[in-house]
């Protein structure tokens, strides 16, 4: 822990819902990729009900916010602005504790680096560490914690499983909820490229680079520098994709190939590759969500995700569902995930469909 605040979670922006529990905001100590010190803010969220037994802490990583500062999780939840507002809140009804970080970036110097999987890892587990050290709060140190995520969440989720037994061996992890992890950024941004979604794959551009200490204005015409700066410097998620929708990145580009093509050569080629899930085994339960039917997540990504972490022995259940686009099917995580984690809290055995 650096320091803390008090603060307040909202479930609207016009500030009428408040939720009922013990909120602060907290900045906390974590690495960089290359194990470089970093402050990252975050938020944690107590219910005031007493709970039965050492009250157990979940981490939610969020999914993609935006790259600007007024993005971070924290300063929504605050405002009544947080898009997951409900899927924390369901977390916290259950009487657990919540921590929720901002990630590297956000509401903290430097750009977000978005997509960049080990500092998104670290930055989860080391919430979790921050959170069992908050004075006041009555949480234990070395109670039972859970990891959450969905899309860019579920990515940093997936991450934070992997590295947990080498990082945070401490933790004593009862499970990961992983939901449409962009596991595969090559899959990932051939499918975001023109679509609606498409400034997603812009801020990925911004925060591998931002990860790597690359320059990205020499890849871009007058128009990608000013596309990128307005949706790294201004614009929220809703608000990006409301503004960008269908943005094809060829006419960002100074040659004027794809950015895709991009991805395929160096420096570019090696840090996407770097950012591939599954080649590390998560020594906790997992359960792995997607939606067939999702819209900016390819669903054979979460697939061959399963396969990957199957081969190395982890102990996965694999589920999909039906449900239409990348942002309705975040309900299918929800319901899936919560009744997994009150049994994993339980010390219920993990099913495993590997």
């Known amino acids: 822990m650096i320091r803390s605040e008090p603060a307040v979670f909202y479930l609207d922006p016009l500030k009428v819902v408040r939720v009922d529990v013990s909120v602060e905001r907290i900045m906390y100590r974590s690495t960089d990729r290359l194990g470089n010190p970093i402050a990252v803010t975050g938020t944690v969220l107590v219910p005031r009900a007493a709970y039965h037994g050492p009250r157990p802490i979940v981490a939610f990583a969020p999914g993609t916010q935006g790259l600007a500062d007024q993005c971070a999780p924290s300063r ?8 997951e507002a409900l899927p924390v809140k369901r977390l916290l009804d259950q009487g657990w504790a919540v921590v929720v970080t901002d990630y590297q ?3 903290t110097p430097g750009v977000h680096t978005y997509m960049n999987r080990v500092v998104q ?4 587990l080391d919430s979790l560490r921050a959170a069992q050290h908050l004075p006041g709060t009555g949480l234990p140190e070395d109670g039972p914690v859970a990891l959450y995520g969905y899309s860019q969440g579920g990515g940093a989720t997936a991450s934070a499983a992997e590295l947990a037994p080498t990082y945070a061996p401490e933790l004593k992890i009862r ?6 992890p962009p596991a595969d950024m090559d899959k990932v941004a051939g499918s975001l490229d023109g679509s609606a979604y498409s400034a997603f794959f812009n801020y990925a551009l911004s925060g591998l680079a931002a990860g ?22 201004n614009l929220c998620t809703t608000q990006a994709i409301a503004k960008y929708p269908f943005l094809q990145s060829r006419f960002l580009t100074a040659d004027g190939r794809p950015l895709t093509e991009l991805l395929k050569h160096a420096p570019w080629a090696a840090i996407v590759a770097q950012q591939q899930l599954g080649k590390i085994k998560p020594t906790a339960p997992v359960l792995l969500s997607a939606s067939v039917l999702d819209d900016v997540i390819p669903y054979q990504v979460s697939k061959d995700l399963n396969t990957r972490w199957c081969r190395l022995g982890a102990r996965v259940k694999f589920t999909h569902n039906y449900i239409p686009g990348h942002i309705a099917a975040s309900a299918g995580n929800s319901s899936e995930g919560v009744p997994w984690l009150v049994d994993r809290f ?3 055995p993990a099913p495993t469909t590997c």
């Open 76 to 83: 929504q939840m605050a405002a009544g602005t947080e898009y």
């Open 105 to 107: 970036g956000l509401g």
């Open 121 to 124: 890892g670290h930055a989860v």
């Open 175 to 180: 499970g990961a909820v992983v939901g449409a």
């Open 212 to 233: 790597y200490g690359i320059n990205t204005d020499p890849y871009l015409n007058a128009y990608g520098r000013r596309v990128t700066a307005d949706l790294r410097d």
């Open 346 to 348: 339980a010390d219920k």
